[in-house]
Every structure is written in C-alpha cells, then in structure tokens.
C-alpha cells in the first residue's frame, strides 16, 4: 500500500436478478494509489460487481462510500462525474473517428457553443497520450492502433474525464506479451499519481507482478482479502474454488461402448492449437476451461461452422469433411450454442417452428411441410422434456430461460444425432430447470449418444461428466477421469 | 371461448389492421362519389393495382429475409423491352415471355450472389443493379418504345376470362402460390427463420446463402412478370417503365405489416397494402386533387398506415 487513504469502500453488497443470487454481502476497498486485482472463477459475480460501480446495475442493499462521501451511483453518468471509470474488455471505440475525437466524444472542447475546437482537442490529445507514454498521433484512425495501443487510449480518455478510480477488466487478453508490458508501465504511472486501479483478470502470473493486493470472490461473495506479498498461487486458487453445490446431479452409471467421435490436432487461425480428444457412444464427456479458452471455438469446428486450418476429425473411426452445420447434422452431430438468443431460436417464431427448423425435410409430406408432423414433433419434446409452455403455437420470446433452452435442446435431439455438443446448457436458467436438464442429459447417454457438455460451472462439469478435458489458450492442457477430478485440480490446469 | 380466441387471433394478426383501413377507405368513397363504386371503377383500380401487387410479391419475400430489393423497377422495364424486342425480331410468344422472365432472374441472381458472396448489403447491390439494368434498357431501345404487334401477348394485359382482367388473374395465381410456398414448403419456412434470426438458421442448418440467392432469383422473375403484363396492357414496352416502382412495392410490403428487420410479412397483408395505395390513388383522382398533391397525400398516408400498426403492437406488449 503506497498510501493509506481509502478511496473506496463498498460494504454487504447484495444483488438479485431473477432466478438468480448473483451478490451477496460483497466487500470491497481500495485505496488511492493502489492496484487491487480481483479474481474468481466465471459467474463468481466480478462482472456485476464492476457494473455496480459503473452505475449500470442498481444495488439491492448495501453502502458505498467514495472519498469517505456516501455514493449512490445511480447510472453511468453520475458514476462518471464521480471519477469511476471502467474500460471495457470488448472496447468501445468509435473506429472510424481519430484518437482525439475518441478521447472528447460527448465532452468535446468547443469554440462559440456549436463548433469543435479541433486544435485545442489534438493538443490535449497530444499532453494525455505523451503522459500515458503513447506515442500515436491524435489524429491517426482508431481502426489503425493496435488493440494495446487502443486500452491506451482508452486510460487516457479516463485521465481526461479526471477519473480517480480506473477498472480495468481482462485487459491483456488479446495483448502479446510486449504489449502487456507497455500497458503494466502506465498502469503503475497512473497509480503513482493517487489513482485506484481495479484489475480483472484470470491471469495469475500477471496479478503477482501488477497488484498489490487481491479480492477473491466466489459464488457472489467475498472470500477474502490479502496481500499479494503474502499468497502464493495456490492459495489463490483454493480460495477460488470450493463452490457450493447447490443441487445434486442424478448421475447413473451407463455403459458406454465405441468411439463415436475423435478430433486429432485440430487447429484454427485464431486460436486452437493442435487439439485431440475423443469421446465414446454412452459417455458424456466435459470441457472445462475459462471462458475464451477455446472450447466454443473448438465447438463450431467440429459442427462446421467455423473453418480449420488443420487436423482431422472422425466419426465411428471414418474420416470425415465437415464444411457447414447442414452436413454436421446429416452426418450425426448435434449442437446447442451457449447463446441461446443469438444462435439458438428465432425468438419470433412459434415453438414448434423452432423445434422443426432443423429437420423441415423430414417433415415434409409431398410439396409441403406436414402440419401435423411438425405438431406431433413438437407435442412430443414438450411432454419429453417437459416444456412448459401454453401450446406448440406459442412464440418462444414468451418462454422463461429454462424452457427457451429446452426448446434449443429439443431442436438438436430433433435431428436425432450420435454426438451431441452442448455448449453452456444450463446457463441463465433456474435451479429447477437445471436439474432436469442434467437428468435429461444422463438419460440421453444411456441411450448410447456420445455427449460433450462445454461449462463454465465447475460443479456442474464435475457432476454430469465421465471424464474431464481441460483447455486453457486453445490446447488442451489435461484430462481428468471423474474419480480423480476435483475442483482444485480442473482450476490448476485451467489457470496459468 | 374458442370464438372469443380466435376473433383476439383476428385482431391482432397483421393483416387485420390494413384490411380495416381498406375497408374505411372504400367506404368514405363510396359516400363522397358515386363514381367509386361502378364496375368499370373497380376493374380498373384493381387491373392497376395488380401489376404493382405482382412485383411486391417477391419485394415481401426479399424483405421478410432482412434484405430489400430497389433494383425491381429497373429490372420491370429491361426485362419488359428485351420481351417486346424478341418478339418483333420473330420470336414466338412463349420464348419471348421466356426470354423476359430469364432476364427478371438473371438480374436476381446478379443480386443473390452480390449478397451472398461478395457480401454486399443488399442496399448497395440493388442500388447499383437498378442503375445497370435502367442503364441497360435505354442502352438496347436507344430509348425508343418498342412496340407489341402480337394480339396473343396483348392478351396478357388486356384479355379478360369469364369478365376479370387477365392480370388480376394473374395475380390471384402467383398470390395464391406465393402464399403456399412461404407458409408451407420448407424454403418457405427457411426464409422466415432466416429473417427471425440469420445466426440462429445457420446454426440450425440451413443453407443461408442458397436461400438468399433463391429469393433475389424469385423477386427478379416476379419483376419481369409485372413488366410483361404492363407492356401487354399497354401495347407498348418502354425503357422508362416502372420508375420508382421500387418504392411503390416495398411500401406495400410494409403497410401489409412486414417489418424491415426483416422475419415477419405476409403475401395477403402485401396485396392489401398495394390495394390502399392502388384506392387512395384512384379517390385522389375521382376527388380531382391536385397530381401535385398526390404525391404528398400517399406518402402521408403510408406514415399514418405503418404507424398504426406500430401503434397497435405497442399496445399489445
């Protein structure tokens, strides 16, 4: 602590969304001039906690004093004015304005009221950039800089709105390694000016090297604060770890038979590196991994939406091409994305429109889509997975989290796949309709379907899984039979 | 309780606002002129109407896919001119009907695979292919009208069969199809999803991309059709046809209750919505209004019909 003043202090924190306890009773502080990391597994609560500060989220209860004042932070702008400012992972930079109107955008400098005051913006651009040490030229494009040159930027706009507390979350994801060094550098000139900052990140390694101290939540809660000088990475991660389980996962023993699908050194421009796995008729197999570790990606690959740069995949031992989802499924394989609003439904559209998309050929009779197929198809996922929803008929934008899933889920086993991907099929749904989803997927290995299930939820993997990959930068780092695995362990190999 | 359900179903369909309007519209008519309601009044209005009706078939089908097609009105008249043409350079009546439903197509391919792979907006390739294809057909008339000698091409346009105009025929059949397909077949299906949600239809497995092209192949053959039957009905195929017709069918399209983002639409609610514009034309001239008012009282009225609706769904949510 390089002084001991407290610049804030947030107190029994609590937040609901529905269905969901995502705070409870979170405390936090941070001093001026200090780096404060905060960690915690995916879904332990950091982002809303972050949003709270930002003003985007309201609090249910709980105190927050800034500078010793009381802070409501009501929304964004007042958490502004205050100087709390949080610099996004997805940056929102307008791409096609220069640095300087990027930096000024909605606070710009004026001459007589209307005008910008284009000369008196690039200087100042000019001084911010020289004290973050940026060399760019306020005039150069957003679209040119480089994503670390572009967090730069985004520091110097909170300097110059005056912010006294900066979050930062994830930055270093898409950095190199020199990059990152570049952006440590001005993180620690800002706090030597008496500047907070709040640091995000899965990164380990960099938390020992950048903050001073760190907050460990879990679950919506905080597990502790402590010196960085004091902890190693393994108490990081046994304070990370140790999630309740909230609900028991009806796991049965099946038989479970060939191999029915096997990837070998699979890789992608982007990210996955040389990734092999197989899993086998009647098993479930889980990936577990931090989000953007390359599961989704390895997911779309597999499924053919998204192209390889190479490796090969089999199917029952036959080497097969997969260009596109349509000969994914004629192939055998299914999938459910983890977005289920954006690649899952067609939110407009009936249930039964939604369930039937898949296998419309199917259904036909004659020139036409039977009517009465497509009703029977959907009446039975419904009973099947018990649907709750008023009729076949009904718009699935009206369905609760938990059935909107279901449905995606109902259009995937519709095209009655060997392999079945399930990415993050319990995410956003209640209790309840998690549970049947675990049971739903156990009964589908009994009937010999090959599943992978892709969570972020270390319980859940845990509890539904035969067997563990773990990936972590797009390879896969280890695997874990379900009598060894544990929490600790998947968290090892998951974090650097 | 089940009548009660179904007539909510009624109201609250699309369809029934714009159909109300119609209906409101046909009947101050009727009270303000006797004119209105004659039999040759209503012939013509409704043989008017359907050549626009025509082409806002496949514009409804472009735009239920999120796209828009602005290249329809150009594309009505080249491929209008190289029918006529071929059929003065000897051709018989059925390649010559060919050769202009070919052109319709191409054009829509043209379009399909701008879209699709180039990844062009739809916006832009349409932009620039109502601009070819009008340039085109100046190009190949020398801007001269081509004149339509044959009785049996006529017949198109201006026949009638049991006392209906051949177009309104014409139009009944390709909407009654129209309507099938999209409700019923699976590339109709497709085209819905793909409107509702593009990501979500690829991730269920549908060919995106084929879809796309098929539909811009459709609204191009539809356009061609419509410019066909114009050139029949008027004896005469002319380079500057179906200027701003482009904007004529999409308003129909959206006063029927499609939306722009694409997703929702249907074929009757298109038709509907050609016909207020067909009506209100027809009342603003057996009114005696001003043609320099006209203009302005369409686009008024487009606002006032799409705003309702608007409205309407508001209030529903």
Redesign the interface.
């Known amino acids: 602590m390089r002084t001991d003043q407290c610049l804030l202090k947030m107190e029994g924190i609590s937040k609901t969304f529905p269905g969901v306890k995502a705070l409870d009773q979170v405390d936090l502080e941070i001093h001026r001039g200090e780096v404060l990391a905060l960690v915690g597994e995916n879904g332990a609560g950091k982002s809303t906690l972050m949003k709270i500060l930002g003003g985007i989220h309201s609090r249910d209860s709980g105190t927050i004093a800034f500078e010793g004042r009381p802070a409501d932070l009501r929304d964004p702008a007042h958490a502004r004015r205050l100087g709390i400012s949080i610099i996004h992972q997805e940056l929102n930079v307008m791409e096609n304005l220069d640095v300087a109107e990027n930096i000024f955008v909605g606070d710009e400098i004026r001459t007589a009221l209307v005008f910008v005051d284009r000369k008196a913006q690039v200087g100042r651009t000019r001084e911010l950039l020289s004290s973050v040490g940026l060399d760019v030229d306020p005039r150069a494009l957003m679209k040119d800089l480089s994503l670390a040159s572009r967090q730069m930027v985004e520091i110097a706009k909170s300097l110059s709105m005056n912010a006294k507390l900066i979050i930062m979350d994830e930055p270093t994801s898409s950095l190199t390694e020199r990059e990152t060094e570049r952006l440590f550098r001005i993180v620690r000139e800002v706090c030597a000016r008496g500047i907070g900052v709040i640091y995000i990140s899965h990164r380990l390694e960099e938390i020992f090297e950048l903050a001073d101290r760190v907050t460990v939540l879990r679950d919506g809660r905080t597990v502790g604060t402590k010196e960085l000088s004091e902890c190693t990475k393994e108490t990081l991660i046994a304070m990370m770890v140790g999630r309740e389980i909230d609900e028991l996962y009806p796991k049965t023993e099946g038989r479970i038979g060939n191999e029915a699908l096997r990837v070998e050194k699979v890789s992608t421009a982007s990210l996955l590196r040389e990734v092999s796995f197989a899993v086998r008729e009647g098993e479930v197999l889980g990936f577990a991994g931090l989000v953007g570790a390359g599961r989704t990606e390895l997911a779309k690959v597999v499924?053919g939406?998204d192209r390889k740069s190479g490796g090969d995949i089999y199917l029952a031992g036959k080497k097969v091409s997969i260009g596109?989802?349509?000969e994914?499924?004629r192939l055998g394989i299914g999938?459910v994305?983890e977005d289920r609003k954006?690649?899952?439904?067609?939110?407009?559209?009936a249930v039964r429109?939604n369930i039937?998309?898949?296998v419309?050929?199917r259904l036909?009779r004659y020139?036409?889509?039977s009517?009465r197929k497509e009703k029977e198809l959907a009446e039975d996922s419904i009973l099947r997975l018990r649907i709750k929803a008023q009729s076949a008929s009904q718009a699935v934008k009206f369905l609760s989290g938990g059935n909107q899933q279901k449905v995606v889920l109902a259009?995937g086993l519709a095209?009655t796949p060997k392999v079945l991907i399930l990415d993050e099929p319990t995410r956003g749904v209640d209790v309840g309709a998690k549970k049947e989803i675990h049971s739903i997927i156990d009964a589908l290995a009994k009937t010999g379907m090959a599943i992978i299930v892709i969570s972020s939820e270390l319980p859940e993997i845990l509890g539904i899984s035969d067997r563990i990959v773990v990936m972590r930068n797009g390879r896969i780092k280890g695997e874990l039979r379900r009598e060894e695995a544990t929490q600790v362990k998947v968290l090892e190999l998951a974090f650097r | 309780m089940a009548v009660s359900s179904s007539v909510k179903r009624v109201y609250s369909s699309s369809v029934f606002g714009v159909a109300v309007i119609l209906a409101t519209m046909c009947a101050v008519m009727a009270v303000l002129t006797n004119k209105f309601l004659t039999e040759t009044n209503i012939v013509s209005v409704v043989r008017q109407f359907s050549f626009i009706s025509i082409m806002a078939i496949g514009q409804c089908m472009v735009i239920i896919t999120g796209g828009i097609d602005l290249s329809v009105g150009s594309v009505f008249a080249f491929s209008s001119v190289i029918s006529a043409m071929s059929l003065a350079a000897g051709a018989p009546l059925a390649a010559s009907l060919l050769v202009g439903a070919a052109c319709g197509m191409a054009f829509g391919l043209v379009n399909g695979i701008l879209i699709t792979r180039v990844k062009l907006p739809p916006f832009i390739s349409t932009l620039g292919i109502m601009s070819v294809a009008r340039g085109l057909s100046y190009a190949v008339t020398s801007g001269f009208p081509v004149n339509i000698k044959s009785a049996d091409y006529a017949f198109l346009g201006q026949g009638q069969i049991a006392g209906v105009p051949v177009p309104v025929l014409l139009l009944v059949a390709l909407a009654a199809i129209a309507s099938?397909f999209l409700g019923?077949?699976?590339l109709g299906?497709?085209i819905?999803?793909l409107g509702?949600?593009e990501?979500?239809?690829?991730?269920?497995?549908?060919?995106i991309d084929r879809v796309k092209v098929i539909v811009y192949v459709l609204c191009g053959a539809l356009a061609a059709i419509a410019g066909i039957a114009t050139a029949s009905r008027l004896g005469v195929a002319q380079s500057t046809a179906g200027m701003g017709y482009e904007l004529d069918s999409i308003a129909a399209v959206i006063i029927g209750g499609a939306s722009v983002k694409g997703?929702?639409g249907t074929i009757s609610g298109t038709i509907i919505g050609a016909s207020i514009m067909g009506v209100l034309r027809n009342a603003l001239v057996l009114l005696s209004v001003s043609a320099y008012w006209q203009q302005a009282i369409i686009g008024f009225v487009i606002i006032l019909a799409v705003s309702m609706d608007q409205l309407r769904n508001m209030a529903k949510a």
Do not use: H, Q
Request: glycine share 14%; proline share 4%; hydrophobic share 40%.
């Open positions: 499924f939406l596109s989802p349509w994914a499924i999938y994305p954006r690649e899952g439904l067609v939110l407009g559209m429109g039937s998309l898949s419309l050929e036909k020139l036409f889509v009517g259009k095209t | 099938a019923r077949t699976v299906r497709r819905y999803a509702g949600n990501e979500a239809a690829r991730v269920s497995g549908v060919d997703g929702t």
